[in-house]
């Protein structure tokens, strides 16, 4: 599946389209979710901070469900981090969404 993704997004890989089509031909189905990346998200919650001047997005934003869920992530994610537990929110990441005035609580 990663090397289909990279494929798909013109990245280097051994996939070519040849074997895509063998494997296409075995009926193996590709499906690559659509998902977000994390800068992704990142601006579009700058994007919100500068309609509505905060980086509050409700949990259940309307206008942007998956944005106000990603929100409430990074929160859980940080308090992970501080009770040492593992977690996929870096120090990098952290000084990106206080450098946006993102409050934690």
């Known amino acids: 599946m990663q090397q289909l993704k990279r494929y798909r997004e013109g990245k280097k890989t051994k996939l070519t389209p040849e074997r895509i089509a063998l494997l ?10 659509n998902t977000c990346t994390w800068m992704e998200r990142f601006l579009e919650l700058k994007e919100f901070k500068e309609h509505h001047g905060n980086c509050n997005v409700p949990q259940k ?3 942007n469900p998956s944005l106000g869920r990603w929100v409430d992530n990074q929160k859980t994610q940080h308090k992970k981090l501080y009770e040492g537990k593992p977690t996929h929110l ?16």
Do not use: C, D, N, S
Not at 94 to 103: E, N
């Open 24 to 33: 296409e031909g075995l009926g193996l189905e590709h499906r690559i979710r």
């Open 61 to 63: 934003y309307k206008a």
């Open 90 to 105: 870096t120090i990098e990441r952290i000084q990106l969404l206080v450098g946006l005035g993102f409050q934690w609580r």
